[in-house]
């Protein structure tokens, strides 16, 4: 990691994907799971208040209730991984976004 790099986060997110072992897997046959340490929660929605600010993408997501693909303003959060002999794996570790919403704007 850079010596420039200053992280949004006091822990990563840790992420795993696998063969999904519940009742459904025939409709959905892989699952995801992140572990976000509770230091990491409130930073957490801050980034992501920050990105709805400052950086903000158009695309399309599921409407369950009109069954169909409709179109969204919304926000991206990538990481990398790896494979792993259960599935694949990583962190979540965004890079610190300075500006607006501390805190004290958080309104729940």
């Given amino acids: 990691?850079?010596?420039?790099?200053?992280?949004?986060?006091?822990?990563?997110?840790?992420?795993?994907?696998?063969?999904?072992?519940?009742e459904d897997a025939d409709k959905y046959p892989k699952s995801m799971s992140w572990f976000v340490p509770v230091a990491s929660i409130t930073p957490l929605a801050e980034h992501c208040m920050k990105l709805a600010d400052k950086k903000t993408y158009t695309?399309?997501?599921?409407?369950?209730?009109?069954?169909?693909e409709i179109e969204v303003e919304g926000v991206w959060i990538n990481a990398k991984g790896k494979k792993g002999k259960d599935g694949d794996f990583g962190n979540l570790y965004p890079k610190f976004i300075?500006?607006?919403?501390s805190s004290d704007e958080i309104p729940f």
């Fill in 1 to 22: 990691m850079s010596d420039s790099f200053k992280p949004a986060l006091p822990h990563p997110i840790k992420y795993s994907t696998s063969d999904n072992t519940f």
């Fill in 98 to 101: 300075e500006g607006a919403n």
């Fill in 59 to 68: 695309a399309k997501v599921w409407d369950y209730e009109n069954k169909k």
